[in-house]
């Protein structure tokens, strides 16, 4: 499959489930398309969950400088963003995105530059744009990252900075649930998937494996893209900063650290480990010369 086709994969996923719909019921079913009342159910299970994510974000400057969020989901970042100072402009693949993220915009009478729907690859704004570029768990979903990190550099001003979130290789999801756990259980359950009923997360891996087949399924690459966010998801990466390296050349680390607990089906939630071994790894990156 090429790159092209991939993104529209990707788009094609995304569009059809946006970021955190289902965990609350969803906005065209629970909450029959009152958005006011949907974001607030989003955020408040968001900041439940990920509660790390506003102390992370005061670890930056955001007050009048020019930031571009890449991946807007339901644009609970964005609004933190927006009343943090910055001067917001959201790019996001999907029109879905685009038009709830929007609404939140309107709603809630929150200033910003921009809103655009587009692609990383192509990002439509000039050179030397933005003082930073924001995006939370989005550039791992993006095949063809070498373009889309020298798109982002080109968008930056000179010596400006990514903020980014990505899924961190040396954690407890990556290295203990999704390598061993969910395999052996999958592998476990596969003989048995005529009893399993329903369209469950176990229902839904079995399936896909019944078409592709067991072993490739398991293959660790395909595996971890179908283990992220979903059995349908058709692309995700992990991360050391060994790989933020090479994946982001035009930039150089300036400063990392992790947070968040989880490993489903592990009950690891309150360890105290999520500096070590949490799910998200933050980065921030200085544009090169």
């Known amino acids: 499959m090429s790159e092209t086709m991939d993104e529209v994969a990707v788009r094609t996923f995304w569009n059809a489930h ?7 019921g969803g906005l065209r079913h629970e909450f029959a398309d009152d958005y006011e009342r949907f974001f607030g159910a ?21 007050q009048d400088k020019k930031v571009l969020e890449i ?13 943090r100072g910055a001067r917001w402009s959201g790019l996001d693949l999907t029109a879905e995105s685009v038009a709830r993220v929007g609404a939140r915009l ?40 070498a373009t889309a990190q020298a798109e982002i550099h080109r968008v930056l001003k000179p010596g400006g900075t990514l903020v980014a979130m990505l899924y961190a290789r040396r954690s407890l999801n990556y290295q ?20 399993v009923r329903g369209d469950g997360l176990l229902r839904r891996h079995l399936d896909n494996a019944a078409r592709t087949g067991l072993r490739d399924y398991l293959a660790l690459d ?5 283990n992220t966010d ?60």
């Open 222 to 226: 395909t595996f971890t893209h179908r």
């Open 176 to 195: 203990v649930s999704i390598r061993v756990v969910r395999r052996a259980v999958l592998a476990a359950a596969y003989p048995f998937r005529g009893l």
């Open 42 to 62: 989003y955020d408040r299970w968001r900041y439940d969950q990920e509660g790390h994510i506003p102390a992370c974000l005061d670890r930056f400057d955001w």
């Open 106 to 145: 309107a709603l809630r009478d929150l200033p910003h530059d921009d809103l655009k729907q587009g692609s990383a690859l192509a990002i439509p704004y000039p050179d030397s744009s933005f003082d930073h570029v924001f995006s939370h768990g989005v550039l791992h979903h993006i095949p063809d990252i």
């Open 71 to 83: 991946g807007l989901g339901q644009g609970a970042e964005s609004e933190q963003l927006i009343r």
């Open 230 to 289: 979903g059995p349908e998801n058709p692309f995700a990466r992990v991360y050391s900063l060994a790989d933020v390296a090479r994946d982001f050349p035009s930039f150089e680390i300036v400063d990392s650290f992790q947070e968040y607990m989880h490993a489903p089906p592990l009950p690891v939630r309150r360890l105290p480990l999520s500096h070590r071994l949490g799910w998200h790894l933050w980065v921030t990156l200085k544009a090169r010369p």
């Open 18 to 24: 946006p970021c955190g719909d289902h965990i609350v």
